[in-house]
């Protein structure tokens, strides 16, 4: 079975573990470079954005993670994960944050978007190539905006302001605005282990 790591530097780690092995992989929490190394898929979870950056930093891992996106390495990022691997993050008002990120996602994504007022909010989501809706659970999300050619929408939510994207794909590089680890649906990290089963068949 592939082995996909979660980032375990903050966030819902065994959460994410555990979908991961109902997913049909083996979950292995990643927090070094050796660990790193040895699997075939990640996940980024979520938690607060610079943190994890910063974390990523003096841990020594920011580099070899990049350094394995360039390879292609499949990863699902959620909430601040998918902010970190955004091409440009931005504030709630629309400028740039000036944070490091990974920038393996051709998007921008907006930090807190969904605003104060709805700081978390739950929606039941239709996601391209799933057959019965996501329950989302949206904690101070972003959205994806400036969308790149190469980027696929797979899922939008509804607003005041008109429908925004909160999940999105790009090649082996998937992400997603909510926490799938909080409603507990693997389907998210099963696409994650279908693309590295696509990319290495056994
Ligand atoms: N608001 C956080 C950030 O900007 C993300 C929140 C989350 O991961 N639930 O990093």
Do not use: K, Y
């Not at 020594?60 to 601040?80: D, K």
């Not at 998007?107 to 996501?134: C, H, I, K």
């Not at 939510?157 to 409603?183: I, K, M, Y």
């Amino acid at each position: 079975a592939p082995r996909i790591g979660v980032l375990a530097l903050q966030g819902d780690v065994l959460e994410h573990l555990r979908l991961i092995e109902r997913a049909g992989a083996v979950g292995v929490p990643v927090r070094r470079e050796d660990e790193l190394a040895t699997v075939d898929g990640l996940v980024l979870p979520g938690g607060e954005s610079t943190t994890i950056g910063l974390l990523l930093d003096r841990t020594g891992l920011a580099a070899p993670v990049q350094a394995r996106l360039a390879e292609g390495l499949p990863v699902l990022g959620t909430c601040a994960g998918a902010i970190l691997l955004a091409r440009e993050p931005r504030q709630h008002d629309g400028t740039p944050t000036g944070q490091w990120c990974l920038g393996a996602l051709d998007v921008a994504a907006r930090r807190n978007a969904f605003g104060r007022q709805v700081a978390s909010f739950e929606a039941d989501l239709d996601v391209a190539g799933l057959t019965d809706p996501m329950r989302a659970v949206f904690i101070r999300a972003p959205w994806f905006e400036d969308l790149g050619a190469g980027v696929e929408v797979l899922a939008t939510v509804a607003t005041d302001v008109g429908a925004r994207v909160v999940v999105v794909r790009q090649g082996p590089v998937l992400a997603s605005a909510f926490h799938p680890e909080l409603s507990d649906d693997p389907r998210l990290h099963r696409l994650l282990v279908d693309a590295v089963v696509t990319r290495d068949p056994a």
